[in-house]
Each structure stands twice: as C-alpha cells, then as structure tokens.
C-alpha cells in the first residue's frame, strides 16, 4: 500500500502512539556417623570443612529467555524489570534521554538507530499479538504512526510510503510475534516560497527503511524498532535482520 503527506523528516522516532489504546541454597543431606570420644575435636573439624566443600555459592539471578549467543558482532541487551531481550551491533553506543524505553545508534551513520516502546502498564491488557488484529492490520498502524511522528510544519515537503511485507513467525520462544517493514521517502523544495510552480521542483531528501516487530507479554504491547537508510540497510541487511529476529520478551521482574 503506497500514500504521501506531508511533514518534516526526523532521523528518529518518537513513542508508538498506537502502543498506548528469590531461593534457598539447599544442602545435600549428608549421613554422618557419631564421633567416638577418642579423637573428637579432630573429626568434628573434618565434617565441618567437608561439609563447606560441598558449598558452591552463587548469586541469585532472575531467570532468563533461552536464546542463542549472540556472535562476535552483536552485544545482547536484557531488561528484567520490563521483560525483553535483543541483540545490537557492537559498535552501536546508547542514547538517553531519546523518548524510547532504551535507545541504540550508530556513531557514524545518525540516521541508523534501534529502540524499544512499550505501552504503559496501567493503560493496557493486551493478551497476544493478535490483539492487533492481522499482520497487515498492525502494519497499518505502524506505517500510520511512523507517518505522524514525521510530520512538521515545513512547506513543500512531500512523503511517499509503502508497507513492505507484513508477517508473523512463531519464535523459538513459543510465542507469536509480528514483524512489518517499510518504506518511507521524503521529497522536499529548496525553494518552497517561490511564486512558480516551476521553481519549486521537489527533490529527494532521504529515503528510509523502518523494520518493527510487535510481541505481546506481561498484559503489554512491546515494539521493537530499527530505522535505516535504504542504501545502508542494503549493505548490511543480514545484520540488521539477525537484529530483528533476536528480539524476544518474557515475563518481568515484579
């Protein structure tokens, strides 16, 4: 599906509107004969340092998604307290303060980031994915989305998009999750005030690639996004998608 309107671009996105609608170490039971009088002190000393040995102690940590390792190319993000998981490139540094609930970029190309949204806890009771209806209904959300945070005041700007594909996969996690992609390309006048409709010839500006996946857990909606420019994620499609297909959530931290 193809539309255009009109708007500013942004090198990033903003929150997805439509997102908003402790243990015991046990020890083994040992058997241990009474000591006799002659030699106590010496056995008593035996049992308790055998005892110590059979001790391994390790700190208590909340379980995690078991998901493959990522490679050498790749750190792995974990949020326990929100439940999701992914893999970014390793050179990518963190942005705070971005609107997102964790933002990633990379230091040379500005326009290639990833983030996470999530929809807010007291205001939503999502069950699945499905909740959003079909694959391509989501992705219509998502494109309108994208569409309105991309909007501004600036005049002779023109938008063209399309919705790519529109898919869903069941992960290695059990759980369904939604993936959509497309494409958006902005056209702007380096005249936009010219009285001529011949001096307000409309060029390219930049055209992007926005790849979201949808997944559902803890009654909330999480979205993870990558945006690129069209010509980098040619280059380093396989990556970026190994990215997408890394995103998993799971049950948080209470």
């Known amino acids: 599906m193809s539309t255009s309107g009109t708007g500013a671009g942004a090198s990033t996105a903003s929150a997805s509107g439509f997102l908003r609608p402790s243990g015991m170490c046990s020890i083994p039971r040992r058997h241990v004969s009474a000591p006799t009088a002659v030699g106590h002190s010496d056995s008593r000393r035996k049992f308790v340092s055998t005892m110590l040995s059979t001790l391994t102690l390790s700190p208590l940590l909340p379980l995690q998604p078991a998901t493959a390792s990522p490679s050498s190319s790749f ?53 699945s994915v499905e909740d959003l209806g079909s694959p391509e209904d989501a992705a219509q959300k998502v494109l309108r989305q994208y569409l309105t945070e991309l909007m501004s005041t600036r005049l002779g700007v023109k938008r063209e998009s399309n919705v790519l594909t529109a898919s869903q996969r069941v992960a290695d996690d059990g759980r369904n999750y939604y993936q959509v992609e497309v ?41 993870l996004r990558l945006q690129s420019p069209e010509k980098v994620f040619m280059e380093e499609e396989r990556d970026l998608r190994e990215v997408m297909d890394s995103f998993r959530v799971f049950k948080a931290i209470d």
């Not at 439940?83 to 290639?112: C, H, K, N």
């Not at 790849?211 to 909330?220: A, C, I, Q, T």
């Open 75 to 127: 750190k792995e993000h974990i949020d326990n307290f929100d439940g999701y998981t992914f893999f970014y490139p390793r050179s990518w540094i963190q942005v705070r303060g971005a609107g997102a609930d964790i933002f990633f970029r990379d230091p040379l190309v500005l326009d290639e980031n990833i983030s996470v949204e999530i929809s807010s806890p007291s205001s939503s009771r999502y069950k």
């Open 183 to 223: 494409n958006i390309k902005s056209y702007a006048s380096n005249n936009e005030l010219a009285v001529m409709p011949e001096d307000r010839v409309q060029k390219l500006e930049w055209d992007r690639r926005y790849l979201s996946v949808l997944g559902v857990e803890n009654k909330r909606l999480y979205e």
